[in-house]
């Protein structure tokens, strides 16, 4: 499976959209993006995942670009629940999923 | 609630010891992987079982080992319990080939 790089840590506003990098540069025709966050020692939380369009859900959205080495995770308004730390993977349907450290999103009041 | 359940909860136990943490995956779900979680670590693979078989092994330890049943439920097993064991483990199912990976909500081992 591809490597992402992500930012290591994120301040934003509540209310406002938080937008979430990630790079995959080395992604294959066959890989998926994607994004995943943990809640203080929750168990990681599906969001989002796509191939190459656009997609969006009753959470976020996830914004491929076209050459898909990278990508961004929108969160449309931020609340305080939302601080997490958000993992972006790139995978194969069916395989492991493969954490790297992730960006630590925080939002403040 | 992501329909994977996990226990137990809490585990403490003694060096030298051996735990079994059983992992239920959603319904219809074949694929079942097991992740450790150290304080200083972020979340690693361990073991990936699909219908019974294993599929995909990451860093497992040669004192871990892991089955999957034919009612699909899965346990994983630690012996030789060390200080370094304590962790959080997480089960995750999905469906054949499937794009989401559901994840309980883990197992806190503490080993004294």
């Known amino acids: 499976d591809a490597k992402t790089t992500q930012p290591t840590s994120m301040d934003c506003a509540e209310g406002r959209a938080a937008n979430l990098p990630c790079n995959h540069s080395t992604i294959s025709g066959n890989e998926y993006v994607y994004w995943y966050r943990q809640i203080h020692s929750q168990g990681p939380q599906y969001i989002i995942h796509g191939l190459k369009n656009n997609e969006t859900n009753e959470m976020a959205s996830l914004i491929i670009t076209e050459d898909r080495k990278s990508s961004t995770l929108i969160l449309p308004h931020a609340t305080l629940r939302d601080t997490a730390v958000y993992y972006c993977?790139?995978?194969?349907?069916?395989?492991?999923?493969?954490f790297g450290a992730g960006t630590i999103l925080r939002v403040k009041s | 609630d992501s329909g994977v359940t996990q226990t137990p909860k809490h585990l403490i136990t003694a060096t030298g010891q051996r735990v079994t943490l059983r992992c239920s995956p959603r319904?219809?779900?074949?694929?079942v992987y097991w992740y450790q979680q150290s304080l200083d670590q972020g979340l690693q693979f361990l073991i990936q079982y699909y219908n019974g078989e294993e599929r995909a092994k990451g860093n497992i330890l040669e004192r871990f080992s892991a089955q999957q049943f034919p009612d699909l439920h899965s346990e994983l097993n630690l012996s030789s319990l060390e200080l370094g064991d304590s962790a959080l483990y997480f089960c995750?199912?999905?469906?054949?080939?499937?794009?989401?990976?559901?994840f309980g909500q883990g197992t806190r081992l503490t080993v004294v």
């Open positions: 993977i790139v995978r194969v349907y069916g395989n492991k999923l493969v």
């Open positions: 319904s219809g779900d074949l694929s």
């Open positions: 995750a199912s999905s469906v054949e080939r499937g794009a989401e990976a559901f």
